[in-house]
């Protein structure tokens, strides 16, 4: 194997790791506005409603962000990057190993603190936080899906205007 095939192979997986680590991060802030939703009291149909929408905004403006930053014609054009930054590299590994499993632990930690607050309080039964709970992580993966979708379709079309001779036009 060549050093560009190397190269390339080594920025696919920077670029797995990247978007994991992007993608915890993004969980990690929709888990805390749920939580804060939940301290503030807001009321279970408003967050029923809320959280897929900012969800979806916040997943949007982030790839929207992302893609500004990577200058994607520059990359398309340059597709064996000779430089790997290790120290990043290693740093977007361990949030996107850690974070997830980290937001999961500390959201339980909180239920289980602020049970008298949340639960017994009348505010939400234990049946309507599980749902709503279930409904973020359930809008959370719908989301992620959209983004990628929506990623797929935009390079296929930006593909298809640069290669007139691809497999796809055949």
Same mark, same amino acid.
């Given at each position: 194997?060549?050093?560009?095939?190397? %190269?390339?192979? !080594? $920025?696919?997986? !920077?670029?797995?790791?990247? *978007?994991?680590?992007?993608?915890?991060?993004?969980? !990690?802030?929709?888990?805390?506005? !749920?939580?804060?939703?939940?301290?503030?009291?807001?009321? %279970?149909?408003?967050?029923?409603?809320?959280?897929?929408?900012?969800?979806?905004?916040?997943?949007?403006? =982030? =790839?929207?962000?992302?893609?500004?930053?990577?200058?994607?014609?520059?990359?398309?054009?340059?597709?064996?990057?000779?430089?790997?930054?290790?120290?990043?590299?290693?740093?977007?590994? @361990?949030?996107?190993?850690?974070?997830?499993?980290?937001?999961?632990?500390?959201?339980?930690?909180? *239920?289980?603190?602020?049970?008298?607050? @949340?639960?017994?309080?009348?505010?939400? =039964?234990?049946?309507? $936080?599980?749902?709503?709970?279930?409904?973020?992580?359930?809008? *959370?993966? @719908? %989301?992620?899906?959209?983004?990628?979708? *929506?990623?797929?379709?935009?390079?296929?079309?930006?593909?298809?205007? =640069?290669?007139?001779?691809? @497999?796809?036009?055949?």
């Amino acid at each position: 194997m060549d050093s560009k095939n190397k %190269s390339l192979i !080594f $920025w696919g997986i !920077f670029s797995f790791v990247l *978007i994991r680590a992007i993608d915890s991060i993004l969980y !990690f802030i929709i888990n805390i506005l !749920f939580l804060i939703g939940i301290q503030s009291k807001l009321a %279970s149909d408003l967050l029923f409603y809320l959280i897929p929408i900012i969800s979806l905004i916040l997943y949007t403006i =982030t =790839t929207i962000i992302v893609l500004r930053k990577l200058n994607i014609k520059a990359l398309c054009r340059e597709i064996y990057p000779n430089k790997l930054n290790i120290t990043l590299f290693i740093l977007l590994v @361990v949030i996107g190993i850690t974070l997830n499993p980290l937001v999961n632990k500390l959201s339980g930690f909180y *239920i289980e603190n602020q049970y008298e607050i @949340v639960i017994s309080e009348n505010y939400l =039964t234990i049946g309507q $936080w599980l749902h709503l709970n279930g409904w973020m992580d359930f809008v *959370i993966e @719908v %989301s992620r899906w959209i983004i990628i979708i *929506i990623l797929g379709v935009l390079y296929w079309k930006k593909n298809k205007k =640069t290669n007139h001779n691809t @497999v796809y036009n055949k």
